[in-house]
């Protein structure tokens, strides 16, 4: 594809229910990374895979929060047990490698949990 | 404290106007990125620094390893540059590096016409 893709776009949910977030990166793309942006802040690190592994995941907040990227292209971000304070843009980035690579970003998926 | 500190928070300026804004950080890096979000939360990417300037069109950004501190500037500012400017870093993990990086909270920019 020509850039980043995310979906949803826009997830509204309950507090408790389950969601998954999903990232499609350029193609090519062995690095992909997950963060958080919470409103009026900066993004967060979540998690970065290098190709289908998870190479780091110590910005996941706790165990609510898993990723996956079992073909080492598409991601998915999924959320257990949401809780109201998980409102948030997810944001999904790639680069050609995990180095010095630029980052290309995905538009994001803003979750709320009502 | 953040390890990745921008100022100022929120910039306005008038059309034409120079504008300057800046990024300290108290970590060893090995790059540092200035990013571009427009409302709806879309990031680009401007500029990635390990050392000395870069320019593209209007904006040059600088960086200076001994500080740890990067600036960007804007020449000839104009509305469309309306836009939160995010500075993040990758962090120097000895020989590990990988692309994570680290944001500082963004600097919120209104260019008036």
């Known amino acids: 594809g020509a850039g980043v893709s995310q979906t949803p776009s826009n997830k509204v949910t309950e507090k408790g229910k389950y969601v998954e977030l999903r990232c499609d990166p350029i193609s090519g793309h062995t690095a992909l990374y997950w963060y958080r942006q919470s409103l009026g802040q900066g993004p967060e690190f979540l998690i970065y895979?290098?190709?289908?592994?998870?190479?780091?995941d110590s910005g996941l907040p706790n165990d609510r929060f898993f990723a996956v990227r079992p073909e080492g292209s598409v991601s998915t971000l999924k959320i257990q047990r949401t809780e109201r304070g998980d409102s948030a843009v997810y944001l999904c980035?790639?680069?050609?490698?995990?180095?010095?690579?630029?980052?290309?970003f995905g538009p994001g998926t803003r979750l709320t949990v009502l | 404290k953040n390890e990745v500190e921008q100022s100022p928070q929120n910039l306005t300026a008038q059309e034409g106007e120079f504008i300057t804004i800046n990024c300290s950080y108290s970590v060893g890096i090995s790059a540092l990125h200035w990013l571009q979000q427009h409302p709806g939360g879309g990031i680009v990417s401007l500029f990635m620094?390990?050392?000395g300037k870069k320019k593209h069109g209007r904006l040059i950004a600088t960086i200076n390893i001994q500080e740890k501190h990067s600036s960007l500037h804007i020449t000839a500012s104009h509305p469309r540059d309306s836009a939160v400017y995010i500075c993040?870093?990758?962090?120097?993990?000895?020989?590990?590096?990988?692309?994570?990086?680290?944001f500082g909270q963004g600097t919120i920019l209104t260019v008036h016409p």
């Open positions: 993040a870093v990758r962090l120097d993990a000895g020989g590990t590096s990988y692309g994570k990086l680290t």
């Open positions: 895979f290098q190709g289908t592994g998870a190479a780091d």
């Open positions: 620094l390990s050392s």
């Open positions: 980035a790639s680069s050609l490698e995990g180095n010095a690579d630029t980052q290309y």
